[in-house]
């Protein structure tokens, strides 16, 4: 016969689909009784309108069933209580009733990227969209912030539809294609123009950060807004680890205000990862190469970078023009997905796991050293 303890070691196999984490872990689990060979579960959802409420019943019984000798399943659904949720909130924060950035907490291992750009239109979105999808696909843990508020675009890149799910002041993100995401487009009606000035746009990433629960990332990326303006400085100021990664095309009128967009990191005291270069060239059928918009950006904005910060800052690629990768953007599925093969991709994906297999530095992190007294 089917015993409670039996069935709630299977319960501990069901991942909430938004928090990534056993629903025996959260506290979802309000009871677990039996009628004979009839489980009854009693399962406590986050919120009134939890989006996968319907997916979470059917993982549940799911489970139930591998137990032997339960022949029926009763999912009784509920809704956290105001207590419930404050100790979930208090659990997801690792203790802090409070919101917290959980990247600047010493012991914090994510690799944090903020994908820029001197000027709008070289495509920095669609390669940050693109390294997240790589790096999922990969295996990896990835977060996306899009921090581009007047511009953003994110949510229509991944495919991702409706907002984070709300947990009294907590908000989860998205997940598409494996991939978290958050942007103030998830909050704003379509055709909406964003009219904010610099203390609000602050207090946006600021929030975007403290209130969504990322989990245990490993890695964030932000596609920044272009040039050097209040946000490139707030993230500097909430994020002073995150690592800059400059997009531009081979242009030279692009190229010189890329690298003013990576020199900011010399009053910031940032770290520029590299450069890259995207609508290298457009390949023709015989095999050629058509350079549409020049050759050798990418390269000076590397050379000049490396030389103003006194550090090297490699060109990490160079991806060409992929009519496939704008048509997979436009239908809210990286190209690196869609079509895995394509030139673009090929690139993409290197590109990624050369991000992905760097380390962070120790800054923020406890040695776990101490002092002795003499």
Same mark, same amino acid.
């Given at each position: 016969?089917?015993?409670?303890?039996?069935?709630?070691?299977?319960?501990?196999?069901?991942?909430?689909?938004?928090?990534?984490?056993?629903?025996?872990?959260?506290?979802?689990?309000?009871?677990?009784?039996?009628?004979?060979?009839? $489980?009854?579960?009693?399962?406590?959802?986050?919120?009134?309108?939890?989006?996968?409420?319907?997916?979470?019943?059917?993982?549940?019984?799911?489970?139930?069933?591998?137990?032997?000798?339960?022949?029926?399943?009763?999912?009784?659904?509920?809704?956290?209580?105001?207590?419930?949720?404050?100790?979930?909130?208090?659990?997801?924060?690792?203790?802090?009733?409070?919101?917290?950035?959980?990247?600047?907490?010493?012991?914090?291992?994510?690799?944090?990227?903020?994908? &820029?750009?001197?000027?709008?239109?070289?495509?920095?979105?669609?390669?940050?969209?693109? @390294? $997240?999808?790589?790096?999922?696909?990969?295996? @990896?843990?990835?977060?996306?912030?899009?921090?581009?508020?007047?511009?953003?675009?994110?949510?229509?890149?991944?495919?991702?539809?409706?907002?984070?799910?709300?947990?009294?002041?907590?908000?989860?993100? !998205?997940?598409?294609?494996?991939?978290?995401?958050?942007?103030?487009?998830?909050?704003? !009606?379509?055709?909406?123009?964003?009219?904010?000035?610099?203390?609000?746009?602050?207090?946006?990433?600021?929030?975007?950060?403290?209130?969504?629960?990322?989990?245990?990332?490993?890695?964030?990326?932000?596609?920044?807004?272009?040039?050097?303006?209040?946000?490139?400085?707030?993230?500097?100021? @909430?994020?002073?680890?995150?690592?800059?990664?400059?997009?531009?095309?081979?242009?030279?009128?692009? $190229?010189?205000?890329?690298?003013?967009?990576?020199?900011?990191?010399?009053?910031?005291?940032?770290?520029?990862?590299?450069?890259?270069?995207?609508?290298?060239?457009?390949?023709?059928?015989?095999?050629?190469?058509?350079?549409?918009?020049?050759?050798?950006?990418?390269?000076?904005?590397?050379?000049?970078?490396?030389?103003?910060?006194?550090?090297?800052?490699?060109?990490?690629?160079?991806?060409?023009?992929?009519?496939?990768?704008?048509?997979?953007?436009?239908?809210?599925?990286?190209?690196?997905?869609?079509?895995?093969?394509?030139?673009?991709?090929?690139?993409?994906?290197?590109?990624?796991?050369? @991000?992905?297999?760097?380390?962070?530095?120790? &800054?923020?992190?406890?040695?776990?050293?101490?002092?002795?007294?003499?």
């Amino acid at each position: 016969m089917p015993t409670a303890e039996l069935i709630r070691d299977a319960l501990a196999t069901v991942i909430d689909p938004e928090i990534r984490r056993p629903i025996t872990e959260i506290g979802m689990v309000r009871s677990v009784d039996l009628d004979g060979a009839t $489980a009854i579960i009693g399962i406590d959802l986050t919120t009134h309108g939890c989006p996968m409420r319907e997916r979470i019943t059917s993982d549940v019984e799911a489970a139930v069933r591998t137990v032997g000798g339960v022949a029926d399943v009763r999912i009784e659904l509920g809704v956290m209580s105001d207590e419930q949720r404050l100790g979930l909130r208090s659990k997801l924060r690792g203790g802090k009733p409070d919101p917290v950035i959980a990247f600047t907490q010493p012991g914090n291992l994510t690799r944090i990227y903020a994908i &820029a750009s001197g000027k709008g239109g070289v495509g920095k979105s669609t390669v940050t969209a693109n @390294l $997240a999808a790589a790096m999922a696909a990969d295996g @990896l843990k990835v977060g996306v912030l899009d921090a581009d508020i007047f511009g953003f675009s994110i949510p229509g890149m991944l495919g991702v539809k409706g907002q984070p799910t709300r947990i009294d002041d907590m908000l989860l993100p !998205p997940i598409a294609h494996d991939v978290k995401a958050v942007s103030i487009g998830m909050f704003v !009606p379509e055709g909406q123009p964003v009219v904010w000035r610099g203390p609000m746009l602050h207090r946006a990433v600021e929030q975007f950060l403290a209130d969504v629960f990322w989990g245990d990332l490993d890695v964030l990326l932000l596609d920044l807004p272009p040039g050097t303006g209040d946000i490139a400085i707030s993230v500097a100021q @909430l994020l002073p680890h995150a690592e800059l990664v400059v997009v531009t095309t081979p242009q030279p009128a692009a $190229a010189g205000v890329a690298e003013r967009a990576g020199a900011i990191a010399t009053q910031t005291s940032q770290n520029v990862v590299g450069v890259i270069e995207n609508m290298s060239w457009l390949e023709q059928p015989d095999g050629s190469r058509l350079n549409l918009f020049g050759e050798g950006g990418g390269a000076k904005v590397s050379e000049r970078l490396s030389a103003t910060l006194g550090t090297a800052v490699p060109l990490l690629g160079q991806i060409p023009l992929d009519i496939v990768a704008r048509e997979a953007g436009d239908a809210g599925t990286p190209v690196v997905l869609s079509d895995p093969e394509s030139p673009a991709s090929v690139e993409l994906r290197r590109i990624a796991r050369q @991000l992905a297999a760097r380390q962070r530095g120790l &800054a923020g992190r406890s040695l776990g050293v101490t002092p002795i007294k003499r």
